[in-house]
């Protein structure tokens, strides 16, 4: 049967938890002799302190250097070996955790980030916003290049219609007006000439006038030219003006600039997610810009309690308001979730306490409070060894009776087992009863003997 177990097996188990409480005494006293240790050390370290003058420095209070140099070497070397042991391991989560960040993380240009009220419930929350891919980047590129390339087009179809020297352009030159101030100037500057001077003058006139006109014909347009801009402009009143037709007549026709196709809804798409993008990067700004200015309030009123600390402690009074004026909601996201991967020390040591499944305080207290237990312990557990060595008659007397009662119950094949309560006989922590353990031998030694 599962729930029994032999004389055999119960001597065993005994002898197991006698030793286990001999090694556990053991431990004891060598962590009480490293405190008595660790105090004496301290203390001189306290009184060399003490010392004006003639202080010995940390190398001189070593007794053994050569040996302190090969526990570090030795310390080196093992943790050298422990880090070529672990090195698949640590290389094979590492590539996890990389994949798990590009997968999630590297594909976002801002993840989402709360900015809390102090003492209100008001919060703003950046938008989850993941990166262009690289696709929709080049097909933005090739369109916003097409955009530039038409505006030039558009710029440089306006600068030609104002060409005054082009054919479309009007020409500036007048004739009329110049002959006659020219004609005017030289009559008035020809009034002390001879006729002969005179005459002379007017025929140089003439012909001035007649190469003038000669290149005014050269100039003039064809009959068959025609203004690009005035071309334009029938088209456009063509098009739009005296059409009274409606969109739901059978003879409407949707212009060519206004049909809509694939090409054109696609890019209209592109340029919708680039402003969406746009949009959704500015908000996200911001949010990051009132969250650095939340900090630097904080880090003031951090310093305004400070001094209003003191202040009540020279006073010897309290201010009761400002008690949780910056502490965050239970359960409020973290601010800086970029700052997932930084870890130090501290926290690497508090996860290892939450797997083992201990309390998460900080590793010097549970260390202080184990060593201030255990010398309670040791003593119980001595006392207890004395009480049962001093009356070793009275315990015996109680084992036969116990065991002259339960003889008739007790079967041949051995005892009930004890139903199990889900710890273990011992923790790593505890001492175990080494008088009950003691007792239990003696007593399976007279059963052997009867």
Known sequence: DDDHYSIQDAKLRTEEDHAKAQAEQKKARVRERIHEVRTELEELVSKNQQIPCNKLSTAELAVDQEYISFLAKDMMKQIEGVNFELAWTVEFHERGMQKLRDYYLNRLDFERIEVLGFRSPHRVATFRTPSMSQELQKSLARLHELIFSADRESDDEEGLGDDPG???????????????????????????????????????????????????????????????????????????????????????????????????????????????????????????????????????????????????????????????????????????????????????????????????????????????????????????????????????????????????????????????????THEAGSQPMAGRSALAARRIARLTLR
């Open 166 to 424: 082009s054919p479309g352009g009007r020409s500036m030159m007048r004739f009329d007006g110049e002959g006659g101030d020219g004609q005017n100037a030289l009559a008035n500057s020809g009034e002390g000439l001879t006729g002969a001077q005179q005459r002379e003058l007017r025929r140089q006139h003439r012909q001035e006038r007649k190469q003038e006109m000669v290149d005014l014909e050269k100039s003039k347009p064809s009959d068959a030219y025609e203004d690009p801009q005035d071309l334009e402009a029938i088209a456009h009143a063509e098009a739009t003006l005296g059409s009274f037709m409606l969109k739901t007549s059978a003879k409407y026709q949707v212009p060519e600039s206004q049909r809509m196709n694939a090409e054109k809804k696609r890019r209209q798409m592109f340029l919708l997610e680039e402003s969406m993008h746009a949009i959704k990067t500015e908000f996200n700004h911001r949010v990051l810009a009132l969250r650095d200015f939340r900090q630097q309030v904080r880090a003031e009123v951090e310093r305004d309690l400070a001094a209003l600390q003191e202040i009540d402690q020279q006073l010897g009074k309290k201010t009761e308001w400002v008690v949780g004026l910056l502490d965050d909601p239970e359960g409020a996201p973290s601010e800086f979730p970029e700052r997932r991967f930084d870890y130090d020390e501290t926290d690497l040591k508090a996860f290892q306490r939450k797997r083992k499944g201990g309390d998460e305080r900080p590793e010097a207290e549970a260390t202080d409070q184990a060593d201030a237990e255990s010398p309670d312990r040791d003593d119980e557990a001595e006392e207890e060894n004395e009480s049962e060595e001093a009356d070793p008659d009275a315990e015996d007397e109680d084992g036969d009776h116990e065991d002259d009662s339960s003889e008739e119950g007790r079967g041949a094949a051995g005892s009930r087992k004890p139903k199990p309560t889900g710890k273990p």
